[in-house]
Every structure is written in structure tokens, then in C-alpha cells.
């Protein structure tokens, strides 16, 4: 029998189930009699101190808190594994490399970069893609971005951009936004950020979720075969799901409806057995294509383009199971960019080296010692054997009377002796022997002075559609920035990489001249081919597995129209949520009353990819002029939504102002009897673009 809940006792003992040994206890193992009430000296006398009880909970309640990480302190964590499909020995001797069919044991850390962790998700902001592989040789961290590139050359100016680009240290604010003057007065003096600063005001930095983004490694790295010979390597992550991304309104909105939108959407996906996948992809090339290549391959801000250096897939990354407890996992878990295994190698890159130093060193601020590698989260799931000990919470010292080496036990006199671990010249780690040779110097190489070509390059790879979203956020973004001059000056930086663009921003944020071009360290090549690759919607889904369709239903709806949607969208494998006036749900022309997963003004329609209106004339009259169903319908119209209807609803649509201007991307459901199944295949193609107001070629 389970034991009631007793008012009397504070409600220390209700709702326990029986036969388990539930009794609380303290940290020490204590039995506890009653945590609810503090012992004192008498009913209304002082509090003792003598209560060990009351006092740990109350200690270890202090010091719940650790630092945030100091950027990329909004994430989130899930598990995984990385299936080989295709071995590279002729690459790589790395264990997870070598035989097709080896599952290796993953947890991927999603993030913002510049919000604190309590910041929204929908940000504009890139979006860190960090994987630490437990491989049989140790842990290999691949500490990614959703962007290929960085805003920086060299290690050395990371906490300026990073101060740049977080709140102004006099006012605390603006909160996850980097528009504002610090930034843009700090990139603007920092040509090497242009072509960073064209993908962050692409799309990319406001995506649909984290499970329709790509990751990349950004730096080149080495892989080294089992005969010593290296090739250098970039690392790709590309969705499965595809790429997709919100409207910028549609990211402000979505931020007040619901910050939690991309773990949220993360959490549902894995809970619905819908795991997202990726696969990997690599570019291997030479020393001789390094030579021959434009732009130096250790320059941060430089891509190799697909359509120059093919990505060869070689795997797959499957998420599949959420965290048990978020603290444990996903605020513990420290990803260090020099966790590498046999077989993989660093280069030259001054950013990665930089990188090198800082991630280990921040770790031990973060977590407290250097003892964060016993911590489960982070502990190498193959055999662990060194001579290290001690330190803040060691959890398991090495056994035995050797802690040191060269030792002799283990022979002579100390046969019996455990004499401890020994290096391996065979299966050890072998730094890749390149020759390096030079002065000691303080200089950016000539061959990192390129600043625009590929900035160039990538605006023109882009849709009109996704052109003007560019536009239209470096104006947005500007016009918050305060001194004219800082305006200025990028839009002098942007006329080396597009007129174009440079006039629709000069002409947006309110410049009767246009300034002179910031002076150029190298003139930009104009004409680099455009590469499709770098586009989000040439690289979209074609279909709606995975997305959310909102039916919005009101009393009255016809129950035939809302059954044919739900299996229309089951069928596509994707979501069906229920929104209605109210939480109860709504009574459906057949009777029936249908429960509603959302109430309309916490179930908006921008947290959807598509939504249907389905309900009586009665019902539409009604909510005519209710804000929140009228913003419904506005805002699937103005963010290009594929919408379903019944006629019924003439009269909230009239209301919204979009009766009389229904397209293409609008559709009757009471136009056949496949007509749910067809909305359904429409909205494979995510949004209806011909709404907006695009540029044309
Ligand atoms: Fe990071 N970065 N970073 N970064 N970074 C951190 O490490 C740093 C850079 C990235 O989910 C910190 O554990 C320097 C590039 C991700 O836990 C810190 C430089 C890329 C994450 C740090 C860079 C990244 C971090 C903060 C300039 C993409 C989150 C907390 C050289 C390739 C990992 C921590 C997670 C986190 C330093 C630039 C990705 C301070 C010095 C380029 C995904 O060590």
C-alpha cells in the first residue's frame, strides 16, 4: 500500500511507492526523519545550528551553480552513435575509421554562442556542433559550428570579439543579440570577419531547429594512415532531414511563444522515436592542392568548396536518446579541441592551436580540477591507465605501490608488484612529423590577407529570396548600431563584396552617400564561381517527414477534414498538433469533443511549418475578431506558410486581410478527397516563397 499523504508531516511522506527503499537520506547516508522543518528550540524558538540535516541541504543548495561556459552557454545535449559506412585506412589508421559497421558511442552538445544559458533559443547567432566520439583509442572531440568559417585568423583576438559581441560591460544589455554597437564597431575594424559576417546574416544563424543544420569542423585537420603518410581533412555533418530555417520575424515571435523551441523540438523528435541523422562527409586533399589552392587552407575564415574538393561521405551520426538528468550530461560534458586519437591530426591553423590551449584550461575553471575526465560524461569508454592522482575529487587513483616511471616492479625483488602502464611507440599517438622551421614572429601571413572574394562568393551563391534576408539583416542589425560611423564603415567593407548589397543597405539604413570602400589588404577575384552548396533552399527537403503541421479547430469543425489531416500528416511522418480557442478542446461536427494539444495564444502559428484553419462559419464569425486566431492566420500568410482552409473560415480570414489574397501556397481542403494528402505533399516544399517580395534575377 502506498502510504497517504499527511498534511501533519509536512508532506515528507506521501505517494511512496512500496516495497523500494526510499528512504531519503543525507549525503553521508543518514537516515532522515523530516527535511521540512528545521530543528529549533521549541515550536517558535531559534533555529539550532547543530542540524546536519538542515544545514547539508542548505549547503549543497548553495553551491548548486557552476560557471557557465564563458560562450556557448546555452546548450543542448544528446546521445548517439556514429555508424562507418565506408572505411578510409588508405587515410586513416583511427580505430572508428577502419571497419564498416562499427558503431561508435556519441554525445552531441547543440548551442548559442553569445546568449547566457538562460537566453532564447532563436537568437541570431551561430550555433555550435560539438561530438565527442568514445572511441576504443580515447575520445575524439569534433568541436564544430553550423558555419564553416570563423569571424577570426589567430587565437590571440577571440576574447576581443567575444567582448565585442556579448552585452556592453557598462549596461548588461543587449542580451544574445550582436546588434549593437561594440560588435559591429569591432568586426568593422576586422576585415578578416567579412565573410563570417555574410553567414551569420544569412538564414543560417536563425535555423528552423538543430536537426535541419548543417555542422562542420572548420579548420583543417590531418588524418595519418597506418604508414605515417598524412592527407589534410575538413569534416562536414549534413542532415539527413535537410536544411531549413525561420524568417527573422518569425524568430522574434517565435522567441516569446516558446524560448525553448530548438530543445524542445530536439526532445519531441528523440521522445517520438524520430532521430534526427547526419552524415558525415569529408574533403581530403594534398600538400599539392593546398599549394594550389586560392586561399590558404589554415585561414579559418576560408571554405574549400564542394564543387572544388567533393565531401565523400564515410558515415552516419543517429541521435536516439535523450539525457537522464541535464546538469549531469549536458552542462558537464567538456569538450576539448586537442581530444584527438590515433589517426587524426592537427595543422598549422592559428586558430585551432589557439583553441588548443583554451579549451583544457577552461574546462578546469568550469568543473572545478582537473579530475573533469572521471566525471561519466566524460570518462573514455575504453581502458584508462596513467600515473596521474589526486587532485579535487578523484574518483579512482591508480591501485598499487608504482605511481611513477621508469620503475622495476613487476620484476626482481617486486615480482608480485602491479609495475603500472608503459607507453606504446605502436599503438600510441605519433604527432604527424611535420617540418617546421622559421623565425619567432608577430605577424599575420600574407596569404591570410584575402577578405572578400569568398564573402563575395557566398552572397552570390545565394536565391534571391535568401539575398534579400541578407540585406535585410545586415540593415536590421545596423540600424541599431548607434554612431554613424560604424555604419559606415562596414558599408565600405560591402561594396567589396556586392554593390548590390552595399546600395540596398546604404539605401535601408538611411545613407544619402555612399561611403568610399574601406581600404582592401588584397583586392578581392570577382569572379570565383558560385557555389550551390552554400545554399539553404537549394539544399531544402522535398518533403515534410520531421515537421509540424498546426490544425487550428474551433467547435463545429468538420471531424471528416481534421481526421483526413492527422493521418495525412502521420502518413508523411511528420507531427500533427491540435490548437483550439480553448485547452479543452473543441466539439467537432460529428460529436465528438477533440482535445487540443495547445490553446491559441500559446500555440501560435509561428512555432509550425504549415497550418490548416478548420472550423464552422459560426465559429469563424467568432473568432473574427479575436487577436490571437487573427495573428494566426497573419502571420502563416506573412511568413510564406503553406495554409489549408475550409470555405467556412471566410470570415476570420476576411478579418485577417487575407481572403482576397490567397495564392498559390493557399489550399481548399474541401476540394477532394485527396485534398489533405495533398496539402500535405505541398508542404514538402516548406514555404510558399512567391509571397514575399523578392528582388528578381
Ligand atoms: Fe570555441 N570555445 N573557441 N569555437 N567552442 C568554447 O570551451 C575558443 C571556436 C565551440 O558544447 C569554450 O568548454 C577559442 C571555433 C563550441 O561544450 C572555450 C576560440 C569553433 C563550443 C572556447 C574558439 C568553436 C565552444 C567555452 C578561438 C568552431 C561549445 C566553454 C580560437 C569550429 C562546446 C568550453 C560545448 C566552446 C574557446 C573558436 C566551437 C572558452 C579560444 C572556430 C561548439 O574554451
Given amino acids: 500500500m502506498a502510504k497517504e499523504f499527511n498534511l501533519s508531516d509536512g508532506g515528507a511522506n506521501h505517494q511512496l511507492p512500496e516495497g523500494k527503499d526510499d528512504v531519503m537520506t543525507t549525503a553521508q547516508g543518514h537516515p532522515v526523519a523530516d527535511d521540512q522543518n528545521w530543528l529549533s528550540a521549541g515550536p517558535r524558538g531559534p533555529q539550532l545550528l547543530e542540524d546536519h540535516v538542515a544545514r547539508e541541504k542548505i549547503f549543497h543548495f548553495d553551491h548548486e551553480r557552476i560557471p557557465e561556459r564563458v560562450v556557448h552557454a546555452r546548450g543542448y545535449g544528446v546521445h548517439g552513435h556514429f555508424e562507418l559506412k565506408k572505411a578510409i585506412p588508405q587515410y586513416s589508421r583511427a580505430a572508428i575509421f577502419n571497419d564498416v559497421g562499427t558503431k561508435t558511442p556519441t554525445f552531441t552538445r547543440f548551442s548559442t554562442v553569445a546568449g547566457n544559458k538562460g537566453s532564447p533559443d532563436l537568437a541570431r547567432d551561430v550555433r555550435g556542433f560539438a561530438t565527442k566520439f568514445y572511441t576504443p583509442e580515447g575520445n575524439w572531440d569534433l568541436v564544430g559550428n553550423n558555419i564553416p568559417v570563423f569571424f577570426i585568423q589567430d587565437a590571440i583576438k577571440f576574447p576581443d ?17 550582436t ?17 563570417m559576417i555574410m553567414w551569420i546574416m544569412s538564414d543560417r544563424t536563425i535555423p528552423r531547429s538543430f536537426r535541419f543544420m548543417e555542422g562542420f569542423g572548420v579548420h583543417t585537420f590531418r588524418l595519418v594512415n597506418q604508414a605515417g603518410k598524412s592527407h589534410f581533412v575538413k569534416f562536414h555533418w549534413k542532415p539527413r532531414q535537410g536544411l531549413q530555417s525561420v524568417i527573422w520575424n518569425e524568430a522574434l515571435k517565435i522567441n516569446g511563444a516558446d524560448p525553448d523551441f530548438h530543445r524542445r523540438d530536439m526532445w519531441d523528435a528523440i521522445d517520438a522515436g524520430d532521430y534526427p541523422q547526419w552524415d558525415l562527409g569529408i574533403q581530403v586533399f594534398d600538400e599539392d592542392f593546398a599549394d594550389s589552392f586560392e586561399f590558404d587552407v589554415l585561414d579559418a575564415t576560408k571554405i574549400i568548396p564542394e564543387e572544388q574538393v567533393p565531401v565523400e561521405i564515410i558515415g552516419t551520426l543517429t541521435l536516439d536518446a535523450n539525457v537522464d538528468n541535464f546538469f549531469a550530461e549536458t552542462e558537464q560534458v567538456a569538450f576539448c579541441t586537442q581530444n584527438i586519437v590515433p589517426g587524426i591530426d592537427h595543422s598549422d591553423d592559428p586558430l ?114 535568401e539575398q534579400t534576408h541578407m540585406a535585410n539583416a545586415l540593415t536590421f542589425e545596423l540600424s541599431k548600431v548607434e554612431r554613424m560611423d560604424i555604419r559606415k564603415r562596414m558599408v565600405g567593407h560591402l561594396r567589396h563584396i556586392d554593390d548590390g548589397v552595399a546600395q540596398e543597405v546604404a539605401d535601408g539604413i538611411g545613407l544619402t552617400e555612399m561611403p568610399d570602400k574601406v581600404p582592401a589588404a588584397r583586392d578581392p577575384i570577382t569572379d570565383l564561381p558560385e557555389s550551390p552548396a552554400l545554399s539553404i533552399l537549394r539544399n531544402g527537403p522535398d518533403n515534410f517527414k ?8 474551433a467547435d463545429g469543425a468538420d471531424a471528416g477534414v481534421v481526421k483526413a489531416l492527422q493521418k495525412a500528416a502521420k502518413e508523411a511522418g511528420a507531427m500533427a498538433k491540435i490548437v483550439a480557442p480553448h485547452i479543452a478542446g473543441a466539439m467537432l461536427s460529428d460529436g465528438n469533443k477533440l482535445q487540443a494539444d495547445e490553446k491559441i495564444d500559446g ?5 509550425f511549418d504549415a497550418v490548416a484553419v478548420v472550423m464552422s462559419e459560426e465559429s469563424a464569425i467568432r473568432y473574427s475578431t479575436d487577436k490571437p486566431s487573427i495573428d494566426f492566420v497573419n502571420d502563416a500568410f506573412a511568413h510564406a506558410k503553406f495554409v489549408a482552409y475550409v470555405p467556412a473560415v ?48
Avoid at 570579439?161 to 544589455?173: E, Y
Fill in 161 to 177: 570579439l567575444i567582448h565585442a559581441a556579448k552585452p556592453a560591460p557598462d549596461r548588461g544589455f543587449p542580451q544574445a543579440q
Fill in 179 to 195: 546588434a549593437h554597437d561594440n560588435f559591429w564597431d569591432f568586426v568593422s575594424l576586422s576585415p578578416e570577419s567579412m565573410h
Fill in 352 to 465: 585551432l592551436q589557439g583553441r588548443n590551449f583554451s579549451y583544457l584550461d577552461t574546462q578546469l575553471k568550469r568543473l572545478g580540477g582537473p579530475n573533469f575526465t572521471h566525471i561519466p560524461i566524460n570518462a573514455p569508454k575504453c581502458p584508462v591507465r596513467h600515473f596521474q592522482q589526486d587532485g579535487h575529487m578523484a574518483m579512482h587513483n591508480p591501485k598499487g605501490r608504482a605511481n611513477y616511471e621508469p620503475n622495476s616492479w613487476g620484476m626482481g625483488d617486486g615480482a608480485e608488484e602491479d609495475r603500472g602502464p608503459r607507453a606504446s611507440p605502436d599503438r600510441g599517438f605519433q604527432s604527424y612529423p611535420a617540418e617546421i622551421s622559421g623565425p619567432k614572429v608577430r605577424v599575420r601571413s600574407e596569404t591570410f590577407a584575402d577578405h572578400y572574394s569568398q564573402a563575395r562568393q557566398f552572397y552570390v551563391s545565394q536565391t534571391p529570396v
Fill in 546 to 553: 520531421g515537421r509540424k503541421l498546426g490544425i487550428y479547430v
Fill in 603 to 607: 500555440g501560435p502559428s509561428v512555432v
Fill in 650 to 697: 471566410q470570415p476570420l480570414f476576411e478579418n485577417a486581410g487575407v481572403w482576397n489574397r490567397m495564392d498559390g501556397g493557399f489550399f481548399n481542403l474541401s476540394s477532394g478527397t485527396d485534398a489533405a494528402s495533398e496539402f500535405l505533399a505541398q508542404c514538402g516544399k516548406l514555404r510558399f516563397w512567391d509571397r514575399e517580395s523578392v528582388k528578381q534575377d
